[in-house]
């Protein structure tokens, strides 16, 4: 027994405090040393009686399967073919937005193609589904027929098309999108921002005053804070000061949020170009600057 900042240890108890202790040394030494994050939960697979329900005439029976198929996500992948199935032979309304739903869930590509051709159903509410399905669904068919969507007679449905266009990183869907965004699919100023190359981002600045502000700068954004490797630090200053040149209320809020989200360890000289803009600009109208 001895003592221990005044209290009567066990060697147990002394034993424990030097393992604590070197352990304690050992994370100070490697700071990245330390819990693990737990691990992703396994895949479980759709069960054998839920692929049955699957291949049942009732349509109740349908319905529960594919309720139980959207649970197991990519574990239900050995439903995706009979869900494709029935959707080729076809179902009833409700169970055919369900099923789409349930593909985009299971992120099966072989899904893309009977996906797509939803895509152009005279439902509205089929195509909405078919959209949000093929972000998930993937591949080149899926791109094509998101292009195609762009141009939609329903808003939701554009939307989602340029949203997901984003998402798959489509850079051959660029002009269309500048397409869409000059009639007024505002989505599509997002995805623009992630994909563009650079006179491709210069164009999207050249949108500023012919288009809401905070619609093209939801596309700057994205081009501002994309990595170096793919918007080169020059790139990202002549930005600055193309907001900067505005000299408008709305350039400065906008440069002053940028000004407290860029990463302290990100380029030096395009943080400067920001405090300068937003130096530059404070007292223009609306800008809350004295």
Known sequence: MQRYGGAVLSSV??????????AHA???KNPSAGPKPPPAAPVVPLS???LDKLKAPDASDIKSALD?????GKGAVAAAPIIVELLQKGLPFGLTENALDTLGDIEWEGATPTVAWYARHRKVEIRRSAVRALVRTKGAVAVKALRAALSDDDARVRGFAATGLGSLRAKEAVADLFLALDHKVNEA???IGQLCAPAECE?????LGRIPFDVVTSGLDQVLFRPPGEVSDDAKVKLVGRLRELGTGEANKYLKDVQ???PATWSARVKMSIDQGVQ???????SGGQ
């Open 13 to 22: 108890t002394l034993v424990l405090l030097c393992l604590f202790g070197a």
């Open 26 to 28: 050992l994370a100070q």
């Open 48 to 50: 054998k009686a839920a």
């Open 68 to 72: 139980d198929a959207r649970l197991s």
């Open 189 to 191: 100023a997002v995805s």
């Open 203 to 207: 164009s999207l600045q050249g949108r």
């Open 260 to 262: 407290a989200r860029w």
């Open 280 to 286: 530059a600009t404070t007292g223009s109208v609306g």
